[in-house]
């Protein structure tokens, strides 16, 4: 019976054993994981505001080539100054109805 009961206590502290080295391999990994995670978002948060830049300056390329007389965005000069008479037709109603 005492046999029995060192054999069982053997395994159960081979299996704890190998449960700790388990649970440390997972928090090496866990934490490999979180920092690349992290270094991917930063990535992300650039490449994201690179993007809009880029994006910007292609609408102000077109713009700048419908300024200039461009045939092919007459259409987008067009839609951006009737943009803006709507702007400030918004404003002038706003300052009347404020009493101005």
Same mark, same amino acid.
């Given at each position: 019976?005492?046999?029995e009961l060192e054999t069982q206590f053997s395994e159960l502290e081979r299996k704890i054993q190998n449960l700790h080295k388990s649970y440390h391999?997972?928090?090496?990994?866990? @934490?490999?994981? %979180?920092?690349?995670?992290?270094?991917?978002?930063?990535? *992300?948060?650039?490449? &994201?505001? &690179?993007?809009?830049? $880029?994006?910007?300056?292609?609408?102000?390329?077109? $713009? *700048?080539? @419908?300024?200039?007389? %461009?045939?092919?965005? %007459?259409? $987008?000069?067009?839609?951006?100054?009737?943009?803006?008479?709507?702007?400030?037709?918004?404003?002038?109603?706003?300052?009347?109805?404020?009493? $101005?």
């Amino acid at each position: 019976m005492l046999q029995e009961l060192e054999t069982q206590f053997s395994e159960l502290e081979r299996k704890i054993q190998n449960l700790h080295k388990s649970y440390h391999n997972l928090s090496v990994n866990f @934490a490999e994981l %979180n920092k690349e995670h992290s270094e991917l978002k930063m990535k *992300y948060d650039e490449e &994201r505001k &690179r993007s809009q830049v $880029l994006a910007e300056e292609q609408k102000n390329i077109k $713009l *700048y080539s @419908a300024i200039s007389g %461009n045939p092919e965005h %007459n259409r $987008l000069m067009k839609n951006h100054i009737n943009r803006l008479v709507k702007e400030v037709d918004f404003c002038i109603a706003q300052l009347q109805n404020s009493g $101005l």
